[in-house]
């Protein structure tokens, strides 16, 4: 995205700021993001730091005590911290390979879960009791640690038996941060502390990702309603965004198969079209999305009684230029349907619609969503077969 800015720029002095710019996009990678250790109660992991109170027993590298059985998600161990009913509770944290920075945005994904039981004695009984009351999972920046200098994610309560994966999206506004801190707390609002825990596994490293929003706002610009096609132009011309950048080339791709569609004959049923390939910020269809396009086009020709719209997609990396974003996914969907029916289908059985990024099929919190939102669907909107 930056570099096809920076290329306007030729000159040996530009190698310099390329790498940088490389580095700074590269995933910031934890040591040790899976627990890794001998299972030992009070025995904080190698490569983090325990940031509980002296006074208090260190974090639980697990399974194997307090009765704790659960697999662990990834490797051969993982990490149990606990809150408890004195108001104090467990953290970890670690020095960072390169500091987080303000303004900027990041994914971190880890596996967490609660076991059936989790038996220690309590600090204010003698007896033994069990911490299995749900809690929740805070992340903060810091500059040491144990710093606690901004709260960046908070997840919902823990309450499931199953490792299941959750997605923090860190976003530091008050300062760059060289740590991070990550610790299990009570859940809110907080009534009265009690004796709880969480189960932490398989952490990925911390990935920079797109500013945007993870669920799209409402566009100010509204999709108008389906056009119908009229054949090719001769000429098109690009649309000039003016705060969007991107990469040199991208690619639209979708999942499903439109061969498919040929044995199909429901209403209003909806087909990613893979292999239809356009460059970044573009809408001249590529060569290679031509086999994928003609078999769509010999289904049209075979059935006549079907009328298809073809919707254009895109995804968060335009925000806040939501007028770009629907004029570009506007021009994507009108080529693909004119270039449909420059091979002979008749206009009447093609429309064509835009819909900027008001209809995500997932989060735009990773590469992975974005690719998938950024998208061509042909929807069969009538049909008498």
């Known amino acids: 995205m930056l570099f096809a800015r920076n290329l306007i720029r030729i000159s040996f002095a530009m190698a310099l700021p390329f790498c940088a710019l490389s580095q700074k996009e590269a995933p910031i990678e934890l040591r040790n ?4 250790d001998v299972p030992r109660a009070s025995a904080t992991p190698t490569g983090w730091y325990d940031c509980g109170q002296m006074r208090d027993s260190p974090p639980d590298v697990q399974p194997g005590f307090w009765q704790v059985t659960t ?10 911290m606990v809150v408890r009913d004195d108001e104090t509770w467990e953290s970890v944290s670690q020095r960072l390979s390169r500091p987080l920075e303000a303004n900027q945005c990041y994914e971190l994904r880890m596996d967490l879960c609660k076991a059936p039981k989790y038996v220690s004695k309590s600090p204010r009984s003698v007896d033994e009791t069990d911490f299995v009351t749900p809690a929740i999972v805070q992340i903060y920046g810091g500059n040491g640690y144990c710093d606690r200098a901004e709260l960046l994610a908070r997840s919902t309560i823990i309450n499931h038996s199953r490792w299941i994966g959750y997605n923090f999206r860190l976003s530091p506004k008050k300062s760059n941060y060289s740590f991070i801190l ?70 639209v791709k979708t ?27 573009k809408y001249d269809i590529k060569p290679e999305s031509e086999a994928q396009l003609e078999e769509l086009v010999q289904f049209l020709l075979k059935r006549p009684d079907v009328t298809i719209e073809v919707g254009g997609h895109t995804n968060n990396q335009m925000w806040p230029n939501d007028a770009f974003a629907l004029e570009l996914s506007t021009n994507r969907a009108k080529a693909v349907a004119e270039w449909i029916i420059s091979r002979g289908v008749p206009a009447s059985q093609v429309q064509y619609k835009g819909y900027g ?21 042909a929807t069969i909107i009538s049909s008498n077969g």
């Open 71 to 80: 697999p662990p998600k990834d490797g051969s161990s993982y990490l149990g």
């Open 182 to 251: 990550i610790e299990v707390y009570y859940k809110l609002p907080l009534l009265f502390p009690y004796n709880g825990h969480v189960l932490f596994d398989n952490l990925s490293a911390i990935t920079p990702i797109v500013c945007g929003p993870e669920k799209m706002p409402v566009s100010t610009k509204k999709p108008s309603r389906p056009v119908a096609a009229k054949g090719p132009t001769k000429t098109a011309k690009e649309p000039t965004p003016k705060t969007v950048t991107s990469s040199s080339k991208t690619s």
């Open 357 to 377: 990024w008001t209809k995500p099929i997932m989060p735009n919190t990773s590469a992975e969503g974005r690719l998938r939102n950024q998208r061509v669907e």
């Open 33 to 36: 993001p899976s627990f890794e």
């Open 255 to 281: 999942e499903s198969k439109p061969e498919s569609i040929g044995n199909s004959s429901r209403k209003s049923v909806v087909y990613r079209l893979e292999k239809v390939y356009f460059d970044a910020d």
